[in-house]
């Protein structure tokens, strides 16, 4: 009997089986403000992003892909794989940018059970928008995840970067963050190369205030805004490399998207959307559809394009699926598991995708037809007040439904609502659902999520049209938050804090008024 080769087969068994059990890891690098066509891969004719460009060429492209119209939003919805509008925010506020409540579900929470380590590294954004007053219990650590290294929000003008809790420096040095993220990132995986792990590198750049590093200055054919995506791509070059180096390509998910369209106002130091109608801020599809690839040696096809209807929401459930998670069920979640699509097995996805701009809905798409809807606005509202982000023409009220085939006019030029009556018909009962469901401007979604005391805050307690009046004078307290630039003032707080002469105003049942 040949004992040795016995031995060697028993152990060559084990060694395969443990493989196989081997729970996959997770990488999404997550810009900000890139737009659809931003890259070298979805059809840039200035920007070089050779790295992405291989990751496609080695993995797959997702060419109606969808996030949301801004940032916390955005990255709201991929955490949480849900609309925004559903995600209970802390002390039941309903800001444009969602302050995630600590009892919602993160991927890095699903994750953990399955003995995942789990990391942020970059921009968070929900912990409200701010770089001065975060809550500290709802940064990374507070919602899942072992470690964070970045900033609390956006660049606006300054970074303060923190490790964990703690702030390590008040006014970082911008052009060196897209290199620092990424360091920390490679040592997080080095690390963790023995045990299962979820990276999310979320990038500060793109959006502005621009900085690149010496090395990439002046590089690009595609201006400042082109050399910060070159960097970008470049250090996305490094977390391929290393994952490969460390054995680890079989095995790792790499994915890479943006939190939102291109910001038109920066103009040279926005981004492009093209084919696609304008940029952030919007519902037209340069608003929310942006870059997706997703590369996965052995798993993923190579070199292949998908059109099929995904969405940041998705990410979440597949990503579960795939590491044989369990999603919560106490809850609704509006992402769905498209990790058959990713590997190339399941090629038809019927289910409607709604368009939320800040608290209102826009629009909806299912299958190749999108309806946008007809709207009014006040000129006080949280949507008029970003209409300077926008070309003219897309920053309008819509005085009539618009239906578009993207299949055929990808750039929503053609209103086809009156040849096709009975497609109209269709989605505007979808509209009508998800305004019962997740909920609207003006109206309480029956599944959306509240998990403190009353009051339950609605947005349509925000629409200027129905606002009282008050006088300046009559302010007797200012626990304000707001942007006072608009005439519009939000309220934290449940308690009478202001007289209208000796009226008390119970601001537990007024959201937001109008100062004039």
């Given at each position: 009997?040949?004992?040795p080769?016995i031995?060697?087969?028993?152990?060559?068994?084990?060694m395969?089986?443990?493989?196989?059990a081997?729970?996959?890891?997770?990488?999404?690098?997550?810009?900000?403000?890139?737009?659809?066509?931003?890259?070298?891969?979805f059809?840039?004719p200035d920007?070089s992003t050779?790295?992405i460009?291989r990751?496609?060429a080695?993995?797959?492209?997702f060419?109606?892909f969808?996030?949301?119209?801004i940032?916390?939003?955005s990255?709201t919805a991929?955490?949480?794989s849900?609309?925004?509008?559903?995600?209970?925010?802390?002390?039941?506020?309903c800001e444009?940018?969602?302050?995630v409540?600590?009892?919602e579900i993160?991927?890095?929470?699903?994750?953990?059970p399955?003995?995942?380590?789990?990391?942020?590294?970059?921009?968070?954004?929900?912990a409200t928008?701010s770089?001065?007053?975060?809550?500290?219990e709802?940064l990374?650590r507070?919602q899942?995840f072992?470690y964070f290294?970045g900033t609390?929000?956006?660049?606006?003008?300054v970074?303060r970067?923190?490790?964990?809790e703690e702030v390590?420096e008040?006014?970082?040095?911008?052009?060196t963050?897209t290199?620092?993220?990424t360091?920390?990132?490679?040592?997080f995986i080095e690390q963790?190369?023995?045990?299962p792990?979820f990276?999310y590198?979320?990038?500060?750049?793109?959006?502005?205030?621009?900085?690149v590093?010496?090395?990439f200055?002046?590089?690009?054919?595609?201006?400042f805004?082109?050399d910060?995506?070159?960097?970008?791509?470049?250090?996305?070059g490094?977390v391929?490399?290393?994952?490969?180096?460390?054995?680890l390509d079989?095995n790792t998910?790499?994915?890479?998207t943006?939190?939102?369209g291109p910001?038109?106002l920066?103009?040279?130091?926005?981004?492009?959307?093209?084919?696609l109608?304008?940029?952030?801020?919007?519902?037209w599809?340069?608003?929310?559809r942006?870059?997706f690839?997703?590369?996965?040696?052995?798993?993923?096809?190579?070199?292949k394009?998908?059109?099929?209807?995904t969405a940041?929401?998705?990410l979440m459930?597949?990503?579960?699926?795939l590491?044989g998670?369990?999603?919560?069920?106490?809850?609704?979640?509006d992402g769905?598991?498209?990790?058959?699509?990713w590997h190339?097995?399941q090629?038809?996805l019927?289910?409607?995708?709604?368009?939320y701009q800040?608290f209102?809905?826009r629009g909806?798409r299912?299958?190749?037809?999108?309806?946008?809807?007809k709207?009014e606005?006040?000129?006080?509202s949280?949507?008029?007040?970003?209409?300077?982000?926008?070309?003219?023409k897309?920053?309008?009220p819509?005085?009539?439904h618009?239906?578009?085939?993207?299949?055929?006019?990808v750039g929503?030029?053609?209103n086809l609502?009156?040849?096709?009556?009975d497609?109209?018909?269709?989605?505007l009962?979808l509209?009508?659902?998800?305004?019962?469901?997740i909920?609207?401007?003006?109206?309480?979604?029956?599944?959306a999520?509240f998990?403190?005391?009353?009051?339950?805050?609605?947005?349509?307690q925000t629409?200027s049209?129905?606002?009282p009046d008050?006088?300046?004078?009559?302010?007797?307290?200012d626990?304000l938050?707001g942007d006072?630039a608009?005439g519009?003032?939000?309220?934290q707080?449940?308690?009478?804090?202001?007289?209208m002469?000796?009226?008390p105003?119970?601001?537990s049942?007024?959201g937001l008024l109008?100062?004039h």
């Open positions: 009997m040949n004992f080769k031995i060697f087969t028993i152990l060559l068994g084990s395969l089986s443990l493989a196989a081997r729970k996959p890891n997770f990488v999404i690098i997550f810009t900000d403000d890139q737009g659809y066509q931003d890259l070298g891969c059809g840039s920007i050779p790295n460009d990751m496609a080695e993995g797959t492209r060419t109606s969808y996030a949301q119209t940032c916390g939003p990255r991929l955490m949480t849900s609309y925004p509008l559903r995600v209970a925010q802390d002390k039941n506020g444009i940018h969602p302050v409540h600590s009892k993160t991927i890095a929470e699903v994750l953990k399955q003995g995942y380590k789990s990391a942020v590294f970059g921009k968070w954004d929900l928008h770089q001065k007053n975060w809550i500290d709802l990374p507070g899942g072992d290294f609390p929000t956006s660049n606006d003008s970074v970067l923190l490790r964990n390590i008040r006014k970082a040095e911008m052009s963050l290199q620092r993220y360091d920390e990132a490679l040592k963790n190369k023995e045990n792990f990276v590198l979320a990038h500060t750049m793109p959006h502005t205030k621009l900085a590093s010496k090395e200055k002046g590089r690009s054919k595609g201006g805004y082109g910060v995506i070159e960097e970008v791509d470049h250090n996305t490094r391929l490399k290393t994952i490969k180096d460390l054995g079989d998910y790499v994915i890479f943006s939190d939102n910001w038109l920066r103009k040279a130091h926005g981004g492009n959307a093209l084919p109608r304008s940029g952030k801020t919007t519902c599809e340069g608003g929310l942006v870059p690839v997703i590369r996965a040696p052995g798993k993923i096809p190579a070199g394009t998908n059109d099929l209807l940041t929401i998705d459930p597949s990503i579960a699926k590491a998670a369990k999603l919560p069920t106490d809850r609704v979640l769905i598991d498209i990790s058959k699509v190339g097995t090629h038809e019927e289910r409607p995708y709604f368009y800040h209102y809905l909806v299912k299958g190749n037809w999108k309806l946008m809807l709207h606005e006040g000129p006080k949280f949507t008029a007040k970003w209409r300077n982000h926008v070309a003219s897309d920053s309008k819509l005085a009539s618009q239906l578009f085939n993207l299949k055929e006019d929503e030029t053609s609502a009156k040849k096709h009556p497609k109209l018909a269709e989605l009962k509209a009508e659902w998800a305004r019962n469901d909920g609207d401007y003006n109206r309480l979604g029956k599944n999520r998990f403190d005391p009353e009051p339950k805050r609605i947005a349509g629409d049209k129905t606002l008050f006088s300046c004078d009559s302010i007797t307290k626990p938050f006072p608009n519009d003032f939000r309220f707080t449940n308690s009478p804090a202001f007289k002469g000796n009226v105003i119970d601001l049942k007024v109008k100062i």
